[in-house]
């Protein structure tokens, strides 16, 4: 059974900011206005160990973007401004749901998405 504790926490943060620095200045931006959600991922201030490739990762979260697409919100994922992924109701996959296993996940910038999973 999956959790709907990161769902949750994208439907019920309606709007507001928040920011996560470490020595390297901002690294994650959090965005919330309307129906939008805005993860900005400058660099990831930590490393994760055993940590699953991001396609991966993506596929084991269409149950997010399913639950968002019904709630009516979406998810933008950015990485150093630019746009990489949306989850949720703006999604419009075309070849990307081949990867994601998903009509609820975009991947508008593959190159950008690679750079973002070997970071």
């Excluded at 620095?21 to 206005?33: L, P, Q, V, Y």
């Excluded at 949720?88 to 910038?109: F, M």
């Amino acid at each position: 059974m999956k959790s709907d504790l990161p769902a949750n926490f994208l439907l019920y943060l309606r709007s507001g900011e928040f920011t996560i620095s470490d020595g390297d200045g901002t690294a994650i931006e959090f965005t919330s206005k309307g129906n939008i959600r805005r993860l900005n991922i400058a660099h990831l201030p930590t490393k994760i160990p055993g940590k699953m490739s991001l396609i991966k990762q993506l596929t084991e979260a269409k149950h997010i973007g399913k639950v968002l697409k019904k709630e009516n919100v979406t998810l933008e994922v950015l990485h150093k401004n630019k746009l990489v992924l949306k989850m949720g109701k703006d999604a419009k996959p075309k070849l990307s749901s081949l990867l994601t296993l998903s009509k609820d996940i975009e991947i508008v910038d593959l190159k950008e998405l690679r750079k973002l999973d070997k970071e």
